[in-house]
């Protein structure tokens, strides 16, 4: 069965079926298996029974609840908006799952046998390593690579791009996703999956959470959560004894006992000191990252790689198609002394006839633009076409002796090839034509190099034309304090030239695969985080060697298996994007963290002292001497805890939206975001427990709720 790929639907932050949608799964997330796993809330959530257990035996015993009632509704709404905010992460995770899950339908396929016979199969048939044909119309069935013929295909189901693409054997535009169709000609295609193991199952299974792990961040956040937490339990868990010994040194002193710490008492104390903030909002903050980034075409294969990536020190970029729109195209003929420039336009288009690469052609729709010549007919037997390869870095033609003519050798290509190759025969390469190659690369410019037999004849100018806006892209990065660095197989001098233009930091010239990979080991050595982007076979080493690497899905099924995240789109210039949403995930974790633990410390000012203030008076006071503690005014001891339980609920509530959009980032280095985190989050944490607080507990003794 072929799996067809339905229209995309969008998905709004907030509608009401997603909010019904989370607010049920918080409701089943009070499951103590599932409470477990958050040990923070789980500890509140016992809390909140023992809440619950006391105003039982009160409404057994005849005693006063309405207090103990409200406390136990306060702290079990404490569990309940933290699951509601995870929940809700994972409902826009599970909604957008459910939209790819109805873009399927099935068909047939059309497996291609070892007979050589066409037989009709159904997806779940298919195996790694299968051959299907398909042509145009067809869907291809499962991800997998082209190895014969070349096809039109459309991905717009997976990257909603409109334009479509081409797909061939051979070389770096290989491979194929399943659910996409092929809209012309025909391809061979050899299955690299096993079914139910496609990009498009991947994605729904990373956006649902069934492969998310903790990241080591967040991992060791959560142990200082759970560190905090046993301290703070154990603090609680000895105050009867420590207000026992207070009331007897009390009396002694002929101060009397104004009241008991309660049970309600000690299981809010336990609530408002423990980190419930951040306990509750951490798991959101980590899904919605991920969520952000699928949302944006790319596929990580954990939520390490996102965290890593904000942490990224050194990016490598190809400057093909990056940098640059890569399509280099012939500019000028420059002859050499005493060279006609028609001369030089025969002989390059005749030597880039059979270089099917785009610059070949750009050279001989050049020299038809500039000199009227036109393509012939070149069949003869006494005629050899040498066609473009990586190797040589030359194309050409060798015309043999005929109809009393000479044999004559026409090549075109790297000057250093081209050099070479006139030196065997005997020539010389002109001082005046290594200046024009200097002064073509000194520019930014490729410079092809065209000699007949021994004679160097000039050279061809093609211009690569950096992309608009990328050097102010640079810049940003350079903000977060990364460094940029080219990658190209350019000489020396082209790459200096373009990489002044774009605006990186550092280039490497000529680099080969085995140059990509010691350069990445050389910087992690140094202990920084390194990514990349690479869609080749050859670019495989580099990426599984680097923190983040990025495949083009277009490319190699090696390139794919290698990098740990996958861009849909195969737009090289989305690292700095995916760079951007991991740097906000990892500010975002930081600011709800300074932001808790600000606000957990100044609630301590609210609580402590009302717990105490009014604990033992004298027979002459009105008041107990600790009353000075109550800095903040609070009407009661009962109001000061009740207002504090409130206000501890209530910010999970007002902080989920940010949690889950992410905190809004602007480049900038870690001392500028160090600092804006503890002005803004640091500050406001103190400030907003001190106002609500104070506003609540206004409330509650206007509506004489204790």
Not at 321 to 332: K, P, Q, S, V, Y
Request: aromatic share 6%; hydrophobic share 50%.
């Amino acid at each position: 069965m072929f799996m067809i790929m339905k229209e995309k639907k969008s998905q709004s932050w907030y509608d009401g079926a997603m909010l019904k949608t989370a607010f049920l799964n918080a409701l089943r997330k009070f499951d103590p298996r599932v409470l477990s796993k958050n040990f923070v809330m789980f500890i509140t959530a016992a809390g909140a029974l023992m809440a619950t257990i006391a105003l039982i035996r009160d409404l057994a015993a005849g005693q006063p609840f309405g207090f103990t009632l409200q406390i136990a509704l306060w702290l079990w709404f404490t569990v309940l908006f933290a699951n509601f905010a995870e929940a809700l992460a994972e409902g826009r995770g599970k909604a957008y799952a459910d939209a790819l899950k109805e873009m399927r339908v099935y068909v047939n396929a059309r497996l291609l046998t070892d007979k050589g016979t066409e037989e009709i199969v159904s997806v779940s048939e298919l195996r790694k390593g299968d051959k299907v044909l398909c042509e145009a119309g067809d869907i291809i069935p499962l991800d997998g690579e082209v190895i014969e013929g070349i096809a039109s295909v459309d991905e717009s189901a997976i990257t909603g791009e409109s334009a479509p693409v081409i797909r061939e054997s051979g070389g770096d535009r290989s491979a194929v996703t399943g659910g996409t169709r092929v809209i012309s000609d025909g391809i061979v295609i050899r299955i690299t999956v096993e079914p139910g193991h496609t990009f498009l199952d991947r994605m729904i299974s990373m956006v649902e959470g069934a492969s998310r792990q903790k990241t080591p961040n967040e991992t060791a956040l959560g142990i200082l959560l759970v560190a905090l937490t046993i301290v703070f339990l154990a603090v609680v868990l000895s105050l009867p004894a420590m207000a026992g010994y207070i009331e007897d040194s009390a009396r002694a002193l002929g101060f009397r006992a104004e009241g008991r710490i309660s049970l309600p008492i000690l299981v809010s104390l336990l609530a408002c000191l423990i980190p419930t903030t951040i306990g509750g909002l951490l798991s959101a903050v980590g899904i919605s990252g991920i969520d952000r980034l699928v949302r944006r075409n790319v596929l990580a294969v954990s939520g390490r790689a996102v965290e890593v990536a904000g942490d990224i020190d050194v990016l490598m970029l190809d400057k093909t198609g990056t940098i640059t729109f890569g399509n280099r195209m012939a500019n000028e003929f420059l002859p050499a002394p005493g060279v006609d420039d028609l001369q030089l336009a025969e002989a390059a288009q005749l030597a880039s006839l059979s270089d099917e690469t785009p610059e070949g052609r750009s050279i001989v729709v050049l020299a038809k633009k500039q000199f009227g010549i036109r393509g012939r007919h070149m069949d003869a037997d006494h005629i050899v076409f040498i066609p473009f390869s990586a190797s040589t870095r030359m194309s050409g033609v060798d015309i043999a002796e005929h109809d009393g003519r000479p044999a004559v050798s026409i090549r075109k290509g790297a000057a250093e090839s081209v050099a070479q190759w006139v030196k065997i025969r005997g020539g010389t390469f002109p001082q005046e034509v290594e200046m024009m190659v200097q002064n073509v690369a000194r520019v930014g410019g490729t410079p092809l190099v065209v000699a007949r037999g021994k004679d160097v004849l000039g050279v061809i100018y093609l211009k690569d034309i950096v992309k608009g806006g990328i050097r102010e892209r640079f810049a940003r990065l350079r903000a977060m304090g990364i460094r940029t660095v080219m990658v190209t197989g350019d000489n020396a001098l082209t790459a200096a030239s373009i990489a002044a233009e774009a605006g990186v930091d550092d280039f490497m010239a000529e680099a080969t695969p085995e140059m990509k990979l010691a350069r990445i080991r050389e910087e992690q050595a140094a202990g920084r985080l390194v990514a990349m982007t690479g869609d080749g076979t050859n670019d495989a080493p580099a990426l599984a060697q680097a923190d983040v690497g990025v495949a083009m899905n277009t490319g190699t099924q090696a390139a794919r298996e290698a990098g740990n995240m996958v861009d849909l789109d195969s737009n090289p210039t989305k690292l700095i994007e995916i760079v951007e949403i991991g740097k906000q995930m990892l500010i975002t974790r930081g600011a709800l963290t300074t932001f808790s633990f600000a606000n957990d410390v100044a609630k301590y000012f609210a609580i402590i002292p009302a717990m105490f203030a009014g604990l033992f008076v004298a027979d002459d006071m009105a008041s107990g001497p600790l009353s000075a503690l109550n800095i903040m005014g609070l009407n009661s001891p009962q109001s000061a805890i009740l207002s504090t339980v409130i206000f501890n609920a209530l910010i999970i509530v007002a902080l989920i939206p940010l949690a889950l959009k992410g905190v809004s980032y602007r480049p900038a280095g870690a001392a500028s975001l160090l600092k804006r985190n503890i002005l803004i989050y640091g500050v406001g944490g103190l400030i907003a427990p001190f106002m609500g607080i104070k506003l609540i507990d206004m409330v509650i003794n206007a509506w004489r709720l204790v």
